[in-house]
């Protein structure tokens, strides 16, 4: 899990035919952040709709580009079953993740790292500055998400989403 710099060696020509690891994942969205050429025309901004869209889905990966304003804020959320890598093109993202001791605790993803996660992590992603762009692996692809906020007892609840929908905070 935590930050590396990118490295570049998996295209999806080249993958496996079967559910990919977390090291799979960096090496899928390190290489495709690597070739802008092949999805530069799909990057755009919108501070109310983040934009993003799929660039490769098979039975076993789903690929998306993300593109991100400092209002674009995906809420609490985990991706059910599916392990993810990220790989931060240009700009900056905040992930957050929530601890009981300290509440949220904030990482600041700058461009050119990527950061891959098990199914069962719980996090919180935003824009950190206008025009951040992001490639999102997931295996085996996102069918449900959860996605997370405090009910008006102060409790915690997860609601299922689809892959489809986007996301945004709750609360």
Known sequence: MGNRELIADLSPADLPGRDLSTDELERLVADLAGRSEEWAHLVAFDSEDRVYVSLHRDAHVDVWLLCWTPENDTGWHDHDVSAGAVAVVSGELVESNLTLEHG????????????????????RLNGAVHGSV????????LWRMGQYAVNDAGVLRRQSLSYADELRPLD
Do not use: K, L, N, Q
Request: aromatic share 10%; charged share 15%.
């Open 104 to 123: 949220a605790r904030e990482i600041r993803v700058g461009a050119g790292t990527v950061f891959s996660f098990g199914p069962d992590h719980i996090h």
């Open 134 to 141: 992001s490639v999102h692996a997931y295996s085996p692809p």
